[in-house]
């Protein structure tokens, strides 16, 4: 089945400063790739999203990379801000049926003022 | 419109007792997942629902771990004689199709915090 590997485990940059989080994964039948926010106590939100037929996605801020080839993605997030402090988990989904999603272990970005 | 719902939002047990965990997905959600998510960890794939049917049940972590879904929409999520390595948030995700070539966002609800004393 799937596997998929996040990097770093965690993060701090300076607000202003770009992040960037790596993922790999292990089965070259995943088409769908999405990227998820965490807060403190709250519920994952999903915050961009890329499909196995496009290389790149940006919207504001916050842009994702995909190299099918190397199987591998990445998010980046520039002009960080505190607000964007937070657990980033990226996810794969499983090539089948069921579209479940395999997620990475989560990246806990800090971004001090 | 609102959003996935669980509950209890906390649910603190002793162990060997059995709970149980609902979710409420987004009206006209087809598709129902639950994930696991231990402290610091990501999130763990257990069951998915497409209907009522459960066509891949194959992260439920024992046969102590089950599942249903009625009339299409609310989940629920038994754990039998709960053990203390059970403590964790239990997350319910809907999406409005998961089969095929769909690639649907899914959309989370707060989880329930799950303690096992």
């Known amino acids: 089945g799937e596997n998929v590997e996040q990097h770093p485990s965690t993060l701090s940059v300076q607000e202003g400063d770009s992040a960037v989080i790596k993922c790999t994964y292990s089965?070259?039948?995943?088409?769908?790739f999405p990227w998820y926010k965490q807060e403190l106590g709250k519920r994952p939100q999903l915050i961009i999203d890329?499909?196995?037929?496009?290389g790149e996605k940006k919207d504001q801020r916050i842009a994702v990379t995909l190299n099918k080839t190397a199987k591998h993605f990445s998010l980046h997030i520039t002009e960080t801000q505190p607000e964007d402090s937070a657990v980033y988990f990226c996810a794969a989904s499983e090539g089948g049926a069921t579209n479940k999603l395999i997620f990475g272990t989560g990246t806990l970005l800090a971004v001090q003022p | 419109g609102a959003g996935v719902s669980q509950s209890p939002s906390n649910k603190v047990t002793e162990k060997g007792k059995d709970v149980e965990l609902r979710c409420d997905p987004i009206?006209?959600?087809?598709?129902l997942y639950w994930y696991r998510q231990s402290l610091g960890q990501g999130l763990e794939f257990l069951i998915y629902?497409?209907?009522?049917?459960?066509?891949?049940k194959s992260g439920l972590p024992s046969d102590r771990f089950s599942a249903e879904r009625t009339g299409g929409s609310v989940s629920t999520l038994t754990i039998q004689r709960t053990q203390q390595e059970d403590s964790a948030v239990y997350l319910c995700?809907?999406?409005?199709?998961?089969?095929?070539?769909?690639?649907?966002?899914?959309?989370f609800g707060p989880g329930t915090r799950l303690t096992v004393l």
């Open positions: 629902f497409q209907g009522n049917s459960a066509p891949d």
């Open positions: 089965d070259s039948a995943s088409n769908y």
């Open positions: 995700a809907s999406s409005p199709r998961g089969s095929g070539d769909s690639y649907n966002e899914q959309f």
């Open positions: 890329i499909r196995s037929n496009v």
């Open positions: 009206s006209g959600h087809t598709a």
